[in-house]
């Protein structure tokens, strides 16, 4: 074994040259593994003994991408075209074998390979366009001539992964290994010798490019990006593929991959994809904080979100007993759960067996007694506080002494809450968004006297159940909420100005949120938190629900729905609202977009600023991915902090005065030192 550097050692296993990348934590493509790959390709060439090369990765994963911290820097070594071209320069047959996730970079030095083999377990993908970028290693040359355009263009143009079965199906691998990959490979390596096969580079397989594809890139390019960017370069450069010489298509690959490199639209992604791995980190909670060990949960209440909730942790084979407080209660909630992994098997997501295996793990009751050997309860019960305390008055009696009783409320004190039991300290929120078993998000609410191993446990978990956890401090709705408050409200100021509900909507579709506000509320329930003693036909969301119009679930709301839920503005909601103009004497204005996208971002900011203040979020990164997981907003923005700095704090400043709002101390305080909040 020679140490040809730190992260790349060659070696020799018979007659076959094997070439080791070791750098942790996912051997990413940085500097350091590029000249390491180039030297041990140029060594290997050199050795005699050996008929061909097997690269081969240590540690969790082949290559899984470009290094993403590197990105910006200038280069003190080979690039990845050098890197591209010492393979393309080997006579030798050259083997990639692949476990866990070879992704970007990665994938792109596996198809600068003559051959891929890999476990069943791997995943394969270009997910370049996440962060703003498209393949710029040849991926986009290189991918298509291997799997054929349309898989070429699902991969890059969404980002998301395959698996080896599908690789293998589409000419993506040679062959997947049932036993251990090294073996496997090498074995694989000694049948291509003996059968004479010697180096196929990927670069002059020519046949799944050639033909008409014209119908397939006009269907591609035609689909709502949302302003977003990349998909469509991305797109164009697999056209290429099609269209050029391979050389004159890596040409452009790597024009367009630089200008999509200095976009702004890729700096907002990649300060995500970084934010996304900040939230994790607590600062007075260490990293090797001790945890409680989850095994078995409770779940009070099999409502949408109770049902929802418990999915999660069924879905990661975490056993949990759901107690409702009526037979009828409990068979519809269990029902719909059924519903809902028959309609994913339906969709060829899972197999009836994989359904059944979920179902086992959720067990329905109809007393707390059940919960007795809990390590974790969670309430999904009305949000009303005398509600909640009651029954965490009932589980701390029931539960075993550390389990972890925890809220779903969407806003109500978690302190308060705690008051009702003998642990506070094992008392915080698990806020979940609905649908709890396909949103992200999850908000961890601590209390004051949350412990800090209750935390590092809940962000464990967070994890574990495949979500964003963020946490967040005890506040009217926490921090997503709170900011949407900031929003709704101004929005609803806008309707007694002259606007309609659907004008509000498309400005922030236009903005690229994937829904608008209104059209949110009526996805939720205008009845949720309204209470019929308390409306006075007031405001339109007073009338629309004296009208017994609750939005989707009654077909119709701020907007009326056909049977498939597609919406359509409502003449009656117009009305409704012209009848309010009248009766409070308003004069109607046409609002323009630019006031009404200031009206709807500011507030938010502003209260994103207070947040921070009052020391409820940890970092302005973390309302980011709040907003990125909870509701929406468009990641190639990068959340409402990034974007403020983005547009200035001044600017944001002056907007909140020019409409009235109460600035926050600190939005005042970082424009006065001229600072963002990326500062903090
Ligand atoms: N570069 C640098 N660091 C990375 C990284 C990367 N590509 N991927 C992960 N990390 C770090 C991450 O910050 C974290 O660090 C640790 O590894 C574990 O990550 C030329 C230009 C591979 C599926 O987009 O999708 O190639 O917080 O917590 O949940 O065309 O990481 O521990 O200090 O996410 O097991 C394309 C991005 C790049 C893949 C593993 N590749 N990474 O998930 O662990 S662009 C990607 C992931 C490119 C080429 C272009 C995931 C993962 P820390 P983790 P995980």
């Known amino acids: 074994m020679t140490a040809i550097n730190s992260v790349t050692d060659l070696s020799r296993e018979g007659d076959v040259a094997v070439i080791t990348i070791n750098n942790p934590p996912v051997n990413a493509l940085g500097q350091a593994v590029r000249d390491g790959l180039i030297a041990a390709l140029d060594k290997a060439a050199q050795d005699d003994g050996a008929k061909a090369i097997l690269l081969i990765c240590a540690g969790r994963t082949f290559i899984a991408g470009a290094d993403i911290s590197e990105f910006g820097k200038k280069l003190s070594g080979a690039g990845f075209m050098e890197t591209q071209d010492k393979f393309d320069a080997m006579k030798k047959p050259v083997v990639a074998a692949i476990h866990g996730t070879a992704l970007g970079g990665g994938l792109e030095v596996a198809m600068c390979c003559h051959y891929r083999v890999a476990v069943a377990s791997a995943k394969f993908g270009q997910p370049e366009v996440n962060l703003g970028l498209i393949p710029g290693a040849g991926g ?35 062959e997947i290994v049932p036993g251990d990959l090294k073996e496997g490979a090498l074995a694989f390596i000694q049948k291509l010798l003996s059968d004479g096969k010697g180096a196929r580079r990927t ?29 469509l370069d991305a797109i164009n450069a697999v056209e290429m593929a099609t269209k050029l010489p391979f050389d004159e298509g890596i040409t452009f690959e790597q024009k367009t991959f630089l200008a999509r490199m200095m976009s702004a639209q890729s700096g907002a992604l990649r300060y995500l994809f970084f934010a996304e791995r900040k939230v994790s980190k607590i600062p007075d909670v260490s990293d090797d904080t001790a945890t409680l060990p989850i095994k078995k949960v409770g779940v009070i209440g099999a409502g949408t979100m109770g049902g929802g909730i418990a999915m999660n942790f069924a879905n990661a084979g975490i056993p949990v007993t759901i107690v409702e407080m009526k037979q009828n209660a409990l068979d519809r909630g269990l029902g719909v759960v059924k519903k809902n992994y028959d309609g ?48 965490f008055a009932k589980l701390d009696k029931v539960a075993k002494k550390d389990a972890i009783l925890a809220s779903n409320t969407s806003f109500l004190n978690i302190d308060e809450i705690a008051t009702a039991t003998s642990r506070p300290d094992h008392v915080l929120g698990l806020h979940f968004f609905s649908p709890a078993n396909v949103m992200k998000l999850l908000e961890i609410v601590r209390g004051e006297k949350t412990a800090k191993e209750v935390v590092a446990t809940a962000m464990k978990l967070a994890k574990t159940i495949s979500k964003v956890g963020v946490l967040v401090g005890v506040a009217h709705g926490f921090v997503g909420n709170r900011m949407l408050e900031a929003r709704a409200n101004e929005a609803d100021k806008m309707l007694m100005e002259g606007a309609m509900p659907w004008d509000i909507d498309q400005v922030l579709l236009d903005f690229g949120y994937p829904m608008g506000g209104y059209a949110m509320w009526d996805l939720a329930g205008l009845d949720l938190g309204w209470a019929k003693e308390e409306s006075h036909s007031d405001t339109l969301r ?9 939005g989707q679930k009654t077909g119709a709301g701020y907007y009326d729905y056909d049977e498939k839920r597609k919406a359509t503005p409502s003449p009656v909601t117009e009305k409704m609202l012209k009848d309010l103009w009248a009766k409070k004497g308003v004069s109607p204005r046409q609002i323009p977009a630019q006031e009404i996208i200031e009206r709807q971002i500011y507030p938010m900011i502003n209260e994103g600023a207070k947040i921070l203040e009052e020391g409820k979020a940890s970092r302005a990164s973390d309302i980011d991915i709040v907003w990125l997981y909870g509701y929406g907003f468009p990641a190639w923005r990068g959340g409402p902090m990034y974007y403020a700095d983005a547009i200035g704090l001044d600017t944001v400043l002056a907007g909140v005065k020019k409409y009235g709002l109460k600035p926050s101390a600190l939005l005042e305080k970082l424009v006065s030192e001229k600072k963002k909040f990326s500062d903090l």
Not at 146 to 160: D, F, S
Not at 205 to 225: C, H, R, W, Y
Not at 542 to 550: C, I, M, T
Request: glycine share 8%; with cysteine.
């Open 203 to 231: 670069r002059d397989l020519q046949e799944k490019v050639t033909g008409d594809f014209a119908p397939i890139f006009t269907f591609a390019k035609s689909q709502n990006m949302r302003g977003f960017e990349a998909p």
């Open 344 to 391: 994913s098997a339906a969709k060829g997501r899972f197999t009836a067996e994989e359904v059944d295996r979920r179902m086992s793990f959720l067990t329905g009751s109809l007393t707390f007694e059940d919960l007795s050997d809990c390590d974790l309860i969670i309430e999904a019960v009305f949000e009303r506080m005398d509600v909640k305390k009651d029954v």
């Open 542 to 550: 007073d009338l629309e629900n004296e009208a017994g119009r609750k």
């Open 140 to 174: 986009t040359q290189r991918l298509p001539r291997l799997t054929g355009v349309p898989k070429a263009l699902e991969m890059v143009a969404t980002g998301k992964p395959i698996g080896a079965p599908d690789a293998l199906a589409n000419g993506l691998i040679d």
